[in-house]
């Protein structure tokens, strides 16, 4: 033990990491040592709790292709986390790893965990992967959430598909990008595709 205890020491004053029992071998031979060691019992954790480690190895590569600090990386990493386990929560335990991406990317767009629940209860037992992902691509464009979030649970209701939900985005952007403020064009995009009366946006010109 007084051994092993020795090595590790004399790792890290020639400034090696030590090979950790849990660590990524996809982070080892890329990844500074100042950065490993900061991300590691983030990553570890993460593993323990059943979350997808491969979202987050991908931020810690992001972070060090960037040369940001690993407090930085380390913050990423750990924020990213916790939306992960905010929406496996939220869309339960069998969400895939997309779909999990696609809630975390959703939160941080400004989803609650109640709103991921909204579009899980609307989709059934389909994937909410593209659901998830053009109401955070809406967002973008500049549809207020709760607008992006009603078009999206509105449309699933209807039994749309993963094309329809294309077809939303597209017709928004393309709607925005004519001149129609992104509220509007959101909510009656969304009631075309519902089947409504409302009469589709005008091409623009």
């Known amino acids: 033990m007084i051994r092993a205890r020795l090595l ?3 790792a890290g004053a020639l400034g090696v990491t030590p090979r950790l029992a849990a660590q990524s071998p996809r982070l080892e031979s890329r990844v500074p040592a100042p950065v490993l060691t900061a991300v590691t019992p983030i990553i570890d954790s993460a593993r323990a709790a059943g979350l997808p480690i491969a979202p987050l190895e991908q931020k810690v590569l992001e972070g ?12 990423a990493v750990r924020r990213l986390a916790g939306e992960l386990a905010v929406a496996r929560a939220a869309l339960g335990e069998r969400a895939t790893v997309r779909e999990l991406v696609a809630g975390a990317g959703a939160l941080r767009a400004g989803l609650t965990r109640g709103d991921l629940a909204g579009v899980r209860t609307a989709r059934g037992d389909h994937d909410v992967a593209v659901a998830l992902e053009v109401a ?3 967002i973008s464009c500049g549809v207020p959430t709760d607008t ?4 999206v649970v509105s449309v699933l209701k209807t039994g749309a598909s993963d094309r329809d939900l294309e077809q939303l985005r597209s017709g928004v952007e393309r709607d925005v990008a004519g001149g129609m403020a992104a509220g509007v064009a959101a909510s009656l995009r969304a009631r075309v595709l519902g089947g409504s009366d409302a009469t589709p946006p005008p091409k623009p010109h």
């Open 148 to 151: 992006a979030t009603g078009a």
């Open 136 to 138: 955070t691509d809406l």
């Open 64 to 75: 060090v292709t960037k040369q940001a600090d690993p407090s930085r990386i380390a913050a």
């Open 8 to 10: 590790v020491c004399i």
